[in-house]
């Protein structure tokens, strides 16, 4: 019989090649498939969605107001245009997100996890405690990486759930808005003006170069705020969460997710001089 400090370590590195096949054979089938990370990818694809009408909508309202005669609505219409700019950051960071979800689960379960109970294994049988640190830290990271975008996504729904009900409106206004305004520059009476026809299309005043300016105003302010909603559920919300699992685990098990070190600042020649005259004056 093996003595029984040997027959722990054997059970203790039986057990870690059993938590790397339970992750490589079941987890990795069976995580994807659950209704938590289904709601999530579902969330994401949404968020794409919604990001892709808005700008199709504010694209469709810029096209329009530069339709009109006189070129007076061009501050306005290049305003909706320039907006196209954040609606490819946030199409960016939602793509990250949908690829974090489909891979990073994977690659976490198959891959890190069962790599780092491996070094974890041979940290016991070769007594390398830095082996042993590399193994934790990496699986820690994988178990956040994994989940952070997850986690990131059900908060927002939870958080910025009445929110959503703004974006939408202002899409639909916004389309709205361009459909009017298509349909007042495309035939109808001839003998009436522009602004005469507007009135008509959106019941209301529409008498001078002013009132349409205002309305229009009022869209790209809604679409502006929606842009914020956008912004906030989508990129910032993730990131607050990653900030959040990592001093959570930083002060609960003392690991540090690392982070890309901060390039310092050279010291401008004025500055080092005086921090030589202050040494030497000491």
């Not at 005669?69 to 490819?88: E, H, R």
């Not at 908060?155 to 916004?174: G, N, P, R, S």
């Not at 005469?196 to 008498?207: G, P, R």
């Amino acid at each position: 019989m093996l003595p029984a400090k040997y027959a722990k370590l054997a059970v203790q590195v039986l057990a870690l090649l059993l938590i790397a096949a339970i992750s490589f054979f079941v987890v990795t089938a069976k995580l994807p498939e659950t209704d938590f990370v289904k709601d999530s990818l579902k969330s994401v694809e949404d968020s794409s969605s919604t990001v892709m009408k808005l700008s199709a909508a504010t694209l469709a309202t810029s096209l329009a107001i530069s339709a009109l005669p006189d070129d007076f609505a061009t501050p306005l219409a290049d305003s909706l245009a320039d907006m196209n700019i954040y609606f490819i950051a946030i199409l960016a960071v939602l793509l990250l997100e949908k690829i974090l979800i489909g891979y990073g689960i994977e690659l976490a379960f198959a891959v890190v996890i069962p790599l780092a109970c491996v070094m974890l294994a041979l940290s016991i049988g070769l007594k390398k405690e830095a082996l042993k640190t590399f193994a934790v830290r990496l699986c820690v990271l994988a178990l956040t990486v994994a989940f952070v975008v997850p986690v990131g996504t059900h908060t927002a729904e939870y958080v910025a759930a009445d929110l959503a009900e703004y974006v939408e409106e202002t899409i639909a206004e916004t389309e709205a808005g361009a459909g009017k305004l298509n349909e007042a520059m495309q035939g109808g009476e001839t003998d009436k003006t522009v602004f005469e026809k507007l009135s008509d299309i959106f019941q209301t005043a529409v008498d001078s170069v002013s009132d349409l300016m205002l309305h229009f105003r009022n869209t790209i302010r809604k679409c502006m705020n929606s842009i914020a909603i956008l912004i906030l559920t989508n990129c910032l919300i993730p990131l607050i969460t990653f900030f959040i699992l990592r001093w959570m685990l930083k002060e609960s098990f003392h690991v540090v997710i690392p982070l890309p070190p901060l390039k310092r600042r050279r010291r401008s020649g004025a500055a080092a001089a005086v921090a030589e005259a202050m040494a030497g004056e000491e």
